[in-house]
């Protein structure tokens, strides 16, 4: 298993920041290298809802499969989906800074490998992913600045 620690200080009210976190369609607005989200379930938000993700690495296109397992609004969103023989868990938890004008994005990543060849593969993917994850939040924190 290997874990994925990132924070972030978003010069943005927290309801900005959830809702671009929380909701597929704006975090593909966010985040550039994601070029398409297709809904799987008729619930657009909340727990239950299961999208799939299809986003540009490097010179070819990945698609995964997400489903929200937790959600509390304005607070934090749980993420999971199972690829490649791992099980990937990502639980987003925003927090307003005290003077109020902007907010704590934290992501904690937990990568649960099943297969033998997952268990050799993710443990030397981690840089590449936390890297990737990085990207994703650094789009999302110029994004909500932005506005």
Known sequence: ?????LSRTIRAPATAVFETI???TNYTNAVPEIVKVEFLSDQRSGVGTRFRETRVMGRREATTELE???????ERIRMVSDAGGTVWDTLFTVTPVEDGDAT?????????????LSRILVPLMKRAVAKAVAGD??????HLEAR
Do not use: W
């Open 1 to 5: 298993m290997t874990h994925t620690k």
């Open 22 to 24: 929380a909701n597929a």
């Open 68 to 74: 929200v397992t937790e959600y509390a609004a304005n």
């Open 104 to 116: 704590r994005l934290d992501l904690v990543m937990e990568a649960r490998p099943y297969r033998l």
């Open 137 to 142: 939040m650094d789009a999302v924190t110029a």
